[in-house]
């Protein structure tokens, strides 16, 4: 069974710094996007970053130029390291992982269990 184990999330003040992880396990024969999103009390889930298998980057409004993703091929492992976090950023982050399962070569989406990130000002 292919799972996603997210961790880094935490208690921090404005202006303070977090990494996110996000490890794939399983038989992956290929992973394709990697992102990840938030979702805050009573808000919808939204798009924070995403990263394309050629390390294309794309990023929502709200985080360019404070957030940046990561992959590390090898190891199957997103990064979602957070600079200048702010109050607003405070939400359960959810990695997101586009791939493709060995042996049955079945496409999936999966999604981390969530970390909670709370930026206290």
């Known amino acids: 069974q292919v799972q996603l184990v997210e961790s880094g999330g935490g208690l921090v003040q404005a202006g303070g710094s977090l990494r996110l992880s996000c490890a794939a396990s399983?038989?992956?024969?290929?992973?394709?996007?990697m992102g990840w999103y938030r979702q805050a009390p009573g808000k919808q889930r939204e798009l924070v970053a995403q990263?394309?298998?050629?390390?294309?980057?794309n990023y929502s409004d709200s985080v360019k130029g404070r957030f940046t993703i990561s992959r590390d091929n090898r190891k199957n492992i997103e990064y979602l390291q957070m600079n200048s976090l702010e109050p607003e950023d405070t939400a359960v982050y959810y990695c997101?992982?586009?791939?493709?399962?060995?042996?049955?070569?079945?496409?999936?989406?999966?999604w981390g269990q969530g970390t909670l990130v709370t930026v206290s000002s």
């Open positions: 399983g038989p992956i024969f290929k992973i394709n996007s």
């Open positions: 990263i394309s298998s050629g390390d294309s980057t």
């Open positions: 997101n992982v586009d791939l493709v399962v060995g042996g049955t070569n079945n496409h999936l989406q999966l």
